[in-house]
């Protein structure tokens, strides 16, 4: 069964930080890439970050040297550590999995129910 769990959202100010987890099922992240999606009103999902099974990690050109992703193998969980956060990062986090090739494109047709992200001013 495919299982995502996002939380860790929450209302923070500019320039302060959050760290996201993603908790998934065995089966989906022991194989797989992850990678953190994030949507905001009126804008399509993006991917922000996304980490290979053996922990190689990219990121969208407008979080690098903000975010971090990992991943902890032995609890199933993907993390996304934000600081230094800005109003325009501002949206529903979502987490799945990834393909190695193309780590835009996410693996499952199932998405969590996100986890809320908002900074202010």
């Known amino acids: 069964q495919v299982q995502l769990v996002e939380s860790g959202g929450g209302l923070v100010q500019a320039g302060g930080s959050l760290t996201l987890s993603c908790a998934a099922s065995?089966?989906?992240?022991?194989?797989?890439?992850m990678g953190w999606f994030r949507q905001a009103p009126g804008k399509q999902r993006e991917l922000v970050a996304a980490i290979t099974s053996g922990g190689r990690a990219n990121y969208v050109n407008s979080v690098k040297g903000r975010f971090t992703i990992s991943r902890d193998n032995a609890k199933n969980t993907v993390y996304l550590q934000m600081n230094s956060l800005k109003p325009e990062d501002t949206a529903v986090y979502y987490c799945n999995a990834v393909l190695s090739s193309d780590f835009s494109t996410p693996r499952y047709a199932y998405w969590g129910q996100g986890t809320q992200v908002t900074v202010s001013s």
């Open positions: 065995r089966f989906i992240f022991t194989t797989n890439a």
